[in-house]
C-alpha cells in the first residue's frame, strides 16, 4: 500500500499532471460548496420543494444535452481550450451566485454551472486518458479521482466553513481564487493539444451506440442508471436541504454529514474495488451497492422523528461549544450508508461499462452511454421528488427515491446476462 501511495504521489512532480488535477479540484470543491449553499438559497427565498428540485434539474439538464457532442468536439479538437473554457464559464457562475436575487436567479446560474462542470470533467477526464502512458493509465486515473474526492470532501469541509463564518461573497471568492489558479496552471504547463487526436470520420457515432444497446449487458445497465440516478440525484439536492431548513443546521454542520458520506466512501472505495477484481460477479456488486444507497436514502426522513428517539448532544473544544440535534446523527448515519453503496457500485458499474464497451473498441461511446442514462435520471429525479414532497410528505418523497433505486435494480438483475469479458482499467466517474 506505501508501494501505491508513492507511487501515486510521483504524479505530482509530473507538471502536466498537476495542471490537469487542479482542474479536477477546482470542479469538485466548487460542486460541493454550492450545494451547501442551495441549502441556504432555499431557507433565505422561501422556495417549494418542487423549486428546490429544479435546482437540481436544470443543472443536469444542460449537461445531458451537451454531453455527447461536447465529447465528440473533445475528440477531435484542441482539448486545452476546453479546459480553460471550462474554468471560465465556472468563474463566472461563481459571480453569478454572488449576484443572485431570487430563486429564478440560482436556478439560471445553475445552467451556467452545469455546462462549466461538464466542460471540465469531460475534457479532464479525456486528457488524462490521452496523457498517461498505457502501462501507467491506471496509476494516472486512480490519482485524478482521489484529487476528485479529495477536493470534494475540501468543499464540504472548508466551503460549510467559509459559508457559516464569512458568508457568500467570500466563499465565491476563495472558489474564483482556486479556479483561477488552476487555469493559469493550464496555461503554463499543459501542452497544447493534449487530446483531439481522434479523426472526426473515426469519433463515436449513432451506430456503434446502437452496436453497444445490442448486448443485453450494456442495457441492463443503462436502465439501473436511469432509476439509479433519479433516486441519487433527488439525495444529494434535498438533504443539504431538508437538515438546513427543517431542523435549522448551520452549514457548517450540513457540511460535516456530507463530508462524512464522502469520507466513508473514499476510505472503503479502493479496497472494495480490489476485492471486486478478486472475486469477479462485479453485476453482484452493482446490486448489492444500489440496495444499500436505497437503505440510507429511506433514513432519510426518520431524522423528523429522532427527536423523540435520541436527546441533543452539545460539545465543547477551544472556548465554544455546539449543539448537536438528534437528527444530526440520523442524517450522519443515512449518508454514511450511503457512503459505503457507492463504494460497493462504483468500481464494479464502472468496469462493466468498460469492459463491454472494449468489446467493440468503443470504450468512450460505452461511457457516454452511462453519462447519459445518469443524466436522464438527474433530470427527472429532484423535480419529481420534490413535487411529491410538496404534494404529499418528506417520507413519501425519500420513500419514493428510494423505490425508484429498487425498481431500477430489480430490472437490471431481470436483464443483466453475465458474460465473460476482458478485464479493464476504471475511469473517473461520478
Given at each position: 500500500?506505501?508501494?501505491?501511495?508513492?507511487?501515486?504521489?510521483?504524479?505530482?512532480?509530473?507538471?502536466?499532471?498537476?495542471?490537469?488535477?487542479?482542474?479536477?479540484?477546482?470542479?469538485?470543491?466548487?460542486?460541493?460548496?454550492?450545494l451547501?449553499?442551495?441549502?441556504?438559497?432555499?431557507?433565505?427565498?422561501?422556495?417549494?420543494?418542487?423549486?428546490?428540485g429544479?435546482?437540481?434539474?436544470v443543472?443536469a439538464?444542460?449537461?445531458?444535452?451537451?454531453?455527447?457532442?461536447l465529447?465528440?468536439?473533445?475528440?477531435?479538437?484542441?482539448?486545452?481550450?476546453?479546459?480553460?473554457?471550462?474554468?471560465?464559464?465556472?468563474?463566472?457562475?461563481?459571480?453569478?451566485?454572488?449576484?443572485?436575487?431570487?430563486?429564478?436567479?440560482?436556478?439560471?446560474?445553475?445552467?451556467?454551472?452545469?455546462?462549466?462542470?461538464?466542460?471540465?470533467?469531460?475534457?479532464?477526464?479525456?486528457?488524462?486518458?490521452?496523457?498517461?502512458p498505457?502501462?501507467?493509465?491506471g496509476?494516472?486515473?486512480?490519482?485524478?479521482?482521489?484529487?476528485?474526492?479529495?477536493?470534494?470532501?475540501?468543499?464540504?469541509?472548508?466551503?460549510?466553513f467559509?459559508?457559516?463564518a464569512?458568508?457568500?461573497?467570500?466563499?465565491?471568492?476563495?472558489?474564483?481564487?482556486v479556479?483561477?489558479?488552476?487555469?493559469?496552471?493550464?496555461?503554463?504547463?499543459?501542452?497544447?493539444?493534449?487530446?483531439?487526436?481522434?479523426?472526426?470520420?473515426?469519433?463515436?457515432?449513432?451506430?456503434?451506440?446502437r452496436?453497444?444497446?445490442?448486448?443485453?449487458?450494456?442495457?441492463a445497465?443503462?436502465?439501473?442508471?436511469?432509476?439509479?440516478?433519479?433516486g441519487?440525484?433527488?439525495v444529494?439536492?434535498?438533504?443539504?436541504?431538508?437538515?438546513?431548513?427543517?431542523?435549522?443546521?448551520?452549514?457548517?454542520?450540513?457540511?460535516?454529514?456530507?463530508?462524512?458520506g464522502?469520507?466513508?466512501?473514499?476510505?472503503?472505495?479502493?479496497?472494495?474495488?480490489?476485492?471486486?477484481?478478486?472475486?469477479?460477479?462485479?453485476?453482484?456488486?452493482?446490486?448489492?451497492?444500489?440496495?444499500?444507497?436505497?437503505?440510507?436514502?429511506?433514513?432519510?426522513?426518520?431524522?423528523?422523528?429522532?427527536?423523540?428517539?435520541?436527546?441533543?448532544?452539545?460539545?465543547?473544544?477551544?472556548?465554544?461549544?455546539?449543539?448537536?440535534?438528534?437528527a444530526?446523527?440520523?442524517?450522519?448515519?443515512?449518508?454514511?450508508?450511503?457512503?459505503?453503496?457507492?463504494?460497493l457500485?462504483?468500481?464494479?458499474?464502472?468496469?462493466l461499462?468498460?469492459?463491454?464497451?472494449?468489446?467493440?473498441?468503443?470504450?468512450?461511446?460505452?461511457?457516454?452511454?452511462?453519462?447519459?442514462?445518469?443524466?436522464?435520471?438527474?433530470?427527472?429525479?429532484?423535480?419529481?421528488?420534490?413535487?411529491?414532497?410538496?404534494?404529499?410528505?418528506?417520507?413519501?418523497?425519500?420513500?419514493?427515491?428510494a423505490?425508484?433505486?429498487?425498481?431500477?435494480?430489480?430490472?437490471?438483475?431481470?436483464?443483466?446476462?453475465?458474460?465473460?469479458?476482458?478485464?479493464?482499467?476504471?475511469?473517473p466517474?461520478?
Amino acid at each position: 500500500m506505501s508501494e501505491s501511495a508513492g507511487g501515486s504521489l510521483s504524479l505530482f512532480r509530473n507538471r502536466e499532471f498537476v495542471a490537469l488535477a487542479s482542474t479536477a479540484f477546482a470542479r469538485s470543491q466548487a460542486f460541493s460548496t454550492i450545494l451547501i449553499a442551495l441549502a441556504l438559497y432555499a431557507d433565505i427565498f422561501g422556495t417549494s420543494s418542487t423549486v428546490e428540485g429544479l435546482f437540481g434539474t436544470v443543472f443536469a439538464l444542460v449537461q445531458l444535452l451537451i454531453v455527447l457532442p461536447l465529447g465528440r468536439a473533445v475528440d477531435t479538437h484542441n482539448a486545452k481550450r476546453f479546459l480553460v473554457a471550462g474554468l471560465a464559464i465556472n468563474v463566472l457562475a461563481f459571480v453569478g451566485f454572488a449576484l443572485v436575487g431570487s430563486a429564478t436567479d440560482v436556478i439560471l446560474v445553475r445552467i451556467v454551472q452545469g455546462a462549466g462542470a461538464s466542460v471540465l470533467w469531460i475534457t479532464g477526464s479525456a486528457v488524462v486518458g490521452e496523457l498517461s502512458p498505457g502501462s501507467e493509465r491506471g496509476r494516472w486515473l486512480g490519482t485524478y479521482n482521489q484529487v476528485t474526492a479529495f477536493s470534494s470532501l475540501a468543499g464540504d469541509l472548508l466551503g460549510g466553513f467559509l459559508l457559516f463564518a464569512y458568508g457568500f461573497t467570500l466563499t465565491y471568492a476563495v472558489l474564483s481564487l482556486v479556479t483561477i489558479l488552476a487555469t493559469l496552471a493550464v496555461l503554463a504547463f499543459l501542452r497544447d493539444n493534449p487530446g483531439g487526436r481522434t479523426d472526426p470520420e473515426e469519433a463515436t457515432g449513432i451506430e456503434t451506440l446502437r452496436t453497444l444497446l445490442d448486448r443485453a449487458a450494456i442495457r441492463a445497465l443503462v436502465v439501473f442508471r436511469l432509476g439509479f440516478g433519479f433516486g441519487k440525484m433527488a439525495v444529494i439536492i434535498f438533504l443539504p436541504i431538508y437538515a438546513h431548513t427543517e431542523f435549522g443546521m448551520n452549514p457548517l454542520m450540513v457540511g460535516g454529514i456530507l463530508a462524512g458520506g464522502k469520507l466513508t466512501k473514499s476510505l472503503l472505495q479502493g479496497v472494495v474495488g480490489s476485492y471486486t477484481d478478486r472475486v469477479g460477479h462485479k453485476h453482484q456488486f452493482v446490486i448489492a451497492g444500489a440496495l444499500t444507497y436505497a437503505l440510507g436514502t429511506a433514513m432519510v426522513p426518520f431524522a423528523g422523528s429522532a427527536a423523540g428517539v435520541f436527546p441533543p448532544v452539545s460539545l465543547s473544544a477551544f472556548g465554544a461549544s455546539v449543539t448537536l440535534a438528534p437528527a444530526f446523527f440520523v442524517l450522519f448515519a443515512a449518508y454514511a450508508v450511503i457512503g459505503v453503496a457507492d463504494s460497493l457500485r462504483l468500481p464494479a458499474s464502472m468496469a462493466l461499462f468498460v469492459e463491454e464497451g472494449e468489446r467493440f473498441d468503443a470504450v468512450a461511446a460505452s461511457l457516454s452511454l452511462r453519462s447519459v442514462a445518469w443524466k436522464v435520471g438527474e433530470v427527472v429525479g429532484p423535480f419529481t421528488v420534490g413535487a411529491i414532497w410538496d404534494a404529499t410528505s418528506v417520507f413519501t418523497a425519500f420513500f419514493t427515491a428510494a423505490g425508484f433505486i429498487v425498481l431500477s435494480t430489480g430490472v437490471f438483475v431481470v436483464l443483466y446476462r453475465t458474460e465473460p469479458a476482458p478485464s479493464a482499467t476504471p475511469t473517473p466517474g461520478d
